[in-house]
């Protein structure tokens, strides 16, 4: 019984070790968003916006008027129910930005 004593004892410290290292990885950015060192992850909610305003810029400036006037559809009729959809798309990113949905409360977490 002393022997199993010391062996757990001995494991003790290397599992305090383990949790200090793992504790330190999770800190450290994964190598699948780093760029030459330099962190990525904060970038992203912010490229992501950028190119959805950019891509609707695009549309409704260059695809939108090509698309009237091969269909000969109503510019105003095509304008207006793809600039609904365009302003859902764009309310729905600033709610997810503020609201920072499928987070827990600290009460939840603890239930």
Do not use: H, W
Request: proline content about 5%; glycine content about 4%.
């Amino acid at each position: 019984s002393k022997q199993a004593l010391n062996l757990t004892a001995q494991k003790e410290p290397q599992t305090e070790e383990r949790s200090e290292d793992s504790e330190e990885e999770e800190k450290r950015p994964s190598e699948e968003y780093t760029c030459y060192g330099v962190d990525l992850k904060p970038f992203l909610p912010l490229t992501l916006a950028l190119s959805t305003v950019i891509g609707g810029a695009c549309f409704f400036v260059l695809q939108l008027p090509m698309l009237c006037r091969l269909t000969s559809i109503s510019s105003s009729f095509l304008f207006s129910g793809c600039a609904f959809v365009y302003t859902v798309t764009l309310a729905c990113m600033v709610y997810a930005a503020f609201a920072d949905p499928g987070q827990l409360n600290e009460e939840k977490k603890n239930t």
